[in-house]
């Protein structure tokens, strides 16, 4: 291990900016709290020199705290949106043990990370029509019949290209989902009024079902379990508005529609 | 009763690999993802049956867990591509929303059965992957400790 050493500090610091650029990447990806603080300690601990490695992660920021040479070097990014891409996870988590086994100069290591923030291993267009069949498919799971799984399909064709259409920067994730919610039990309750659905209920879970912040919320008690307090809560208020949100547009849409069909 | 499964065990195949690949999973795991998820969701639909609520879904959680890292250990990647996509049929995204849409209603009492069916059932899934998370390590671990005296 005595060829890994630290040569000086501007090496330093660049390793400390991968890091956290390592970091941030899987986060923004869908990386768990402990795999990403996992990650930064492996890379940081693997070159010698670098003294009282702190590494805190949650699912909004990352912090990194390092000595070298008694000149203490820090780091803060913000992470501000989350996806799930586990393909470039697990490219990212394998690029840490090379990069910890292997003598890599950091520079090589940056462009290598630039490759796999690069790549996309299937287009949009694709990734939606899958979103729209295994939800159709899974509302048939669910005991809803053939018309019901139809309706879905659509509605969420439709919402996913909506969506992406009027996609801009200053749109969060609560009007995102408030927005893919109205839109979607919009067009199944369109459908239920010419009377080709049989299970609205089934139909508009089957729409919203990747909306749902189901998985955000476990990984939220995970959290808790592992002992990452703040990170849960993080994810817990997160997953309870984005309930919130998909609550209203479907709320607002299906009372609307009940007084419409009793005003008739 | 025979064919219901067997077509539960076909949809949840197609179902699992769709959100797999919607969650961008490598093409090479896609099928050991559809499997994961499928054994979750057998698990959840055979307790179902017997009226055992709770314990479907730990149960479920747990056979996911357990053979998404016995697929992690195989591939050598993160266990997560092959819980994730497992474990969005179970979750309760479903009583979350509910629970949001009872209070819009204004049925509070149906909100809050809804909100703590919700924590509940998160808590018996992330339980359980704990609990396979933690029995695949025990287990790979006593293997590392068998091997060292060897050398």
Known sequence: MEDFRIKDEIEAHALVKLATRLGTCMLINGAEIYRVEDTMLRLL????????????????????????KG????K???????????DKISKLNNFSREFAQSPMTIFKA?????????????KTHKRMLSASLGSSVFVLAMNGDIKDSFVTFVALTFGQIFLEKTRHSNRKYFMETLIGAVVMSLICVIFHSFGMVTHLDLAIVGAI??????????NAVRDFVNADMVSGLIGLIQAIFTAAAIGTGVGIVVKLYTVWRLSC | ML??????IVLSLIAVSCFAFYFNVPKKVLPSCAISGTIGWIFYTIFMDLNLYYLGFLLGAFGIGLVGGFYARKYKMPTTVFVLAGIVPIVPGMNLYLTMYNV???????????????????????????????????ISSNKVKKKIPLK
């Open chain 1, 45 to 68: 601990s693997s070159r010698k020199g670098l003294e009282e490695i702190e590494v805190v992660a949650t699912y909004s920021s990352i912090m990194v705290s390092s000595e070298f």
């Open chain 1, 71 to 74: 000149q203490t070097i820090t």
């Open chain 1, 76 to 86: 803060i990014r913000k992470v501000k949106e989350r996806t799930f891409n586990l």
């Open chain 1, 110 to 122: 940056n462009s290598e990370l630039d490759l796999i923030a690069a790549c996309l291993p299937y």
């Open chain 1, 209 to 218: 079902i990747l909306l749902f912040p189901g998985v955000v919320l476990t």
């Open chain 2, 3 to 8: 064919i219901k499964y067997i077509s539960q």
């Open chain 2, 104 to 138: 819009i209603m204004g049925d509070y009492s149906q909100a809050f059965r809804e909100a703590l069916k919700a924590s509940l059932i998160a808590g018996c899934i992330s339980v359980g992957i704990s609990l396979a998370v933690y029995v695949i390590e025990t």
